[in-house]
C-alpha cells in the first residue's frame, strides 16, 4: 500500500484557484499589451492614416507607380528611372509628400525659393531649405540621394497638376492661370 498525500482543504483549494485567475488574468493582460505594443511599433499606418484623413501607397518602381497611383495623375517630376517610390496625401489631395529614389528632375524643374514644407515627415525632414527645385506645383529637394517632393494646396479644394506650370521667376509661386496644368518656358523669365 502506497502512502496517499493528504487531502488539500478547501481552503487550499480556494486559495490555488484564486492564484490560477491571477495568472491567467496577468497572462492576458501581458498579451493584450504585447499585442498593443507591436501593433504601435509596426505602425499600424492604414489605421493612422485613416484618423488622419490621409492615403499612402508604394511602388518598387515607376512602371508600377503609373499602374497604382492613387487620387491625382502620377506627377511628372519623378523620374523615369526612379525606384522605392513612397506617397502620403490627404483623401482630398490638397497635400501630398512623395519619395522616390534615383533618376534625375525633368528639365523644366527650376532652382527657386522655398514656398512650403511638408506637411507628414514619414520619409525624413527636409529641414528648412532656403531653395528648392520648383517642378510645377511641386517643391523637391535632394536628401541623401533621395527626392523628397510635396505639395501643399494654396487655396481650399486646389489640386496639383501633373507636370510643368507656369512659375514667377521671382517668387517661385504658380501663377493664378496655372490651376489646370500646362506648359512653361523656363527661358523666357516670364509667366504664360
Same mark, same amino acid.
Given at each position: 500500500?502506497?502512502?496517499?498525500?493528504?487531502?488539500?482543504?478547501?481552503?487550499?483549494?480556494?486559495?490555488?484557484?484564486?492564484?490560477?485567475?491571477?495568472?491567467?488574468?496577468?497572462?492576458?493582460?501581458?498579451?493584450?499589451?504585447?499585442?498593443?505594443?507591436?501593433?504601435?511599433?509596426?505602425?499600424?499606418?492604414?489605421?493612422? %492614416?485613416?484618423?488622419?484623413?490621409?492615403?499612402?501607397?508604394? +511602388?518598387?518602381?515607376?512602371?508600377?507607380?503609373?499602374?497604382?497611383?492613387?487620387?491625382?495623375?502620377?506627377?511628372?517630376?519623378?523620374?523615369?528611372?526612379?525606384?522605392?517610390?513612397?506617397?502620403?496625401?490627404? %483623401?482630398?489631395?490638397?497635400?501630398?509628400?512623395?519619395?522616390?529614389?534615383?533618376?534625375?528632375?525633368?528639365?523644366?524643374?527650376?532652382?527657386?525659393?522655398?514656398?512650403?514644407?511638408?506637411?507628414?515627415?514619414? +520619409?525624413?525632414?527636409?529641414?528648412?531649405?532656403?531653395?528648392?527645385?520648383?517642378?510645377? %506645383?511641386?517643391?523637391?529637394?535632394?536628401?541623401?540621394?533621395?527626392?523628397?517632393?510635396?505639395?501643399?494646396?494654396?487655396?481650399?479644394?486646389?489640386?496639383?497638376?501633373?507636370?510643368?506650370?507656369?512659375?514667377?521667376?521671382?517668387?517661385?509661386?504658380?501663377?493664378?492661370?496655372?490651376?489646370?496644368?500646362?506648359? +512653361?518656358?523656363?527661358?523666357?523669365?516670364?509667366?504664360?
Amino acid at each position: 500500500m502506497t502512502p496517499q498525500s493528504p487531502r488539500p482543504s478547501r481552503t487550499d483549494r480556494r486559495a490555488g484557484a484564486r492564484g490560477s485567475i491571477r495568472r491567467r488574468a496577468a497572462l492576458v493582460t501581458g498579451a493584450a499589451a504585447l499585442a498593443a505594443a507591436s501593433l504601435l511599433l509596426t505602425g499600424c499606418s492604414a489605421v493612422m %492614416d485613416s484618423v488622419h484623413k490621409v492615403h499612402s501607397e508604394s +511602388f518598387d518602381d515607376h512602371a508600377e507607380a503609373e499602374k497604382g497611383w492613387v487620387g491625382v495623375q502620377l506627377p511628372e517630376w519623378i523620374p523615369a528611372k526612379a525606384t522605392d517610390i513612397r506617397n502620403v496625401a490627404t %483623401d482630398d489631395e490638397t497635400n501630398a509628400v512623395i519619395a522616390a529614389k534615383g533618376g534625375d528632375l525633368p528639365s523644366w524643374c527650376l532652382e527657386m525659393p522655398r514656398q512650403g514644407l511638408p506637411f507628414d515627415t514619414r +520619409f525624413g525632414k527636409v529641414g528648412l531649405p532656403d531653395r528648392v527645385h520648383r517642378c510645377g %506645383d511641386y517643391e523637391v529637394v535632394d536628401q541623401d540621394g533621395e527626392w523628397i517632393g510635396w505639395y501643399s494646396a494654396r487655396e481650399p479644394g486646389t489640386k496639383p497638376s501633373a507636370g510643368a506650370v507656369s512659375v514667377s521667376q521671382l517668387s517661385g509661386s504658380p501663377s493664378p492661370s496655372s490651376s489646370a496644368g500646362g506648359s +512653361f518656358d523656363a527661358g523666357s523669365g516670364e509667366d504664360d
